[in-house]
Nanobody, 121 residues
């Protein structure tokens, strides 16, 4: 059984920063591609970014490229989303997800419960 638990969300002013964490259970964390997604009220869930099992490859949505950075610590079974220069339009529930296989913007096997990020103007 795989469990993903996000933390680090909160309220921040525009231009500020937050770092989200996603702690995973499971013995094969180091084999998973990890992704971050978000869903704003009234909108569909959208891809934010993902990182390969080794951390050597990443992919980001154009809307966050240059502002957000994904990293991982396989020893701690944790993936991070560093969010800088936050904008009000970044307000959403952020989810982490895991999949067996290569980088993907769509197909993930496991999901966390989400953490709220609110950016005030």
């Amino acid at each position: 059984q795989v469990q993903l638990v996000e933390s680090g969300g909160g309220l921040v002013q525009a231009g500020g920063s937050l770092r989200l964490s996603c702690a995973a259970s499971g013995r094969t964390f180091g084999s998973w591609t990890m992704g971050w997604f978000r869903q704003a009220p009234g909108k569909e869930r959208e891809f934010v970014g993902c990182i390969s099992w080794s951390g050597g490859s990443t992919d980001y949505a154009d809307s966050v490229k240059g502002r957000f950075t994904i990293s991982r610590d396989n020893a701690k079974k944790t993936v991070y989303l560093q969010m800088n220069s936050l904008k009000p339009e970044d307000t959403a529930v952020y989810y982490c997800a895991a999949r067996y296989g290569s980088l993907s913007r769509w197909e993930y096997d496991y999901w966390g419960q989400g953490t709220q990020v609110t950016v005030s103007s």
